[in-house]
């Protein structure tokens, strides 16, 4: 917890709860704001958030409501350092707890949008992206909210099988979010980069961040999509001569450097060839491949050689 008094959407974003359901859970069970400084508005404290977060606990584990809001007003009062004193608090004796999406040292935003994943919460899911795009840009919310929640659902997935719901929700909620966000920024002059997924990848999304992120730098852009056959790929780059093409390959299934041989063959060769994604070992890319290391330099790269490309056709 903190120390400091918290907005509604502050507190929303670390329960991973919509600011509509705070609003219901003050108007209906009185776990409202408390501090109050005349012309503002009220604020959460660290008291009010300990009892709010016993609300969303039990009632993500199926106690009604009213039920939970009771329990929330009977907690103790917070520690000196924010947190509930030890004693548990759950009506029908368990500590709570249940199933929780791993994020690691990511931040209170993302523990909040793990919690709301769980709940199969598309609302908080959303609210919280947004929140987190308006607020810090894409490749921040990617690196520190968006791929940790992604990867955390990944490793619950391969060592229970399950969260396949949760791992389908989120993704349609990310894949709105960065949609909405590359429609808000839409770049002029001509589309220099080209993305496209490997011939059988599936996975998007890291793809369509690099396109949001592209997009609110100004570097326009053609997406491809998933499961693009190399002749296919090889087609569009000799119709459109991208500056730049990036390949993206989640697992090494789809990796096949094949690929990447084939775009510096092609007639309309591209000045760059990035392969993306944890798919390509840096040992088997073909000379004049770059392997960009995160969001942050793939977007940079894309710029740069765009930049290069207008400054040439300006000489």
């Known amino acids: ?174 894949s709105e979010a960065l949609a909405a966000a590359s429609r808000a920024k839409v770049p002029t002059g001509p589309a220099r980069i080209l993305l496209s997924c490997a011939d059988e990848e599936q996975h998007t999304l890291p793809l369509e961040a690099l396109a949001a992120a592209l997009a609110e730098a100004g570097v326009s852009y053609r997406m491809l999509g998933a499961r693009m056959p190399v002749p296919a790929l090889v087609e569009a780059v000799n119709r459109t001569g991208p500056a730049a093409v990036v390949l993206w390959s989640h697992t090494r299934a789809t990796a096949d450097p094949a690929q990447l041989s084939a775009l510096l063959a092609a007639p309309r060769r591209p000045l760059l060839v990035l392969a993306a994604g944890p798919g390509w070992r840096a040992d088997t890319l073909p000379a004049g491949v770059v392997r960009p290391v995160d969001l942050a330099e793939a977007v940079s790269l894309s710029a740069a050689v765009r930049d290069s490309l207008d400054q040439s056709s300006r000489d």
């Open 1 to 174: 917890m903190v120390d400091e008094a918290l907005s509604a959407g502050a507190v929303a974003r670390r329960l991973g709860v919509a600011v509509t359901t705070l609003r219901t859970w003050h108007q209906r069970y009185g776990l409202g704001p408390s501090e109050h400084v005349p012309g503002h508005h009220r604020r959460y404290t660290p008291t009010d958030l300990a009892r709010l977060e016993i609300m969303r606990r039990l009632t993500a584990e199926g106690v009604s409501p009213a039920e939970a809001a009771r329990w929330a007003r009977q907690a103790p009062d917070p520690v000196p350092n924010g947190t509930l004193a030890p004693a548990r608090i759950h009506p029908t004796g368990r500590d709570g707890g249940g199933g929780t999406i791993p994020v690691g040292r990511a931040g209170p935003a993302a523990r909040g949008l793990a919690r709301a994943a769980m709940r199969l919460d598309a609302a908080a899911i959303s609210e919280t992206i947004a929140h987190a795009l308006a607020a810090g840009g894409v490749v921040a919310t990617w690196d520190g909210l968006l791929r940790p929640v992604l990867a955390g659902i990944g490793e619950r997935h391969a060592a229970t099988a399950g969260l396949i719901e949760v791992e389908h929700l989120v993704s349609r909620c990310v």
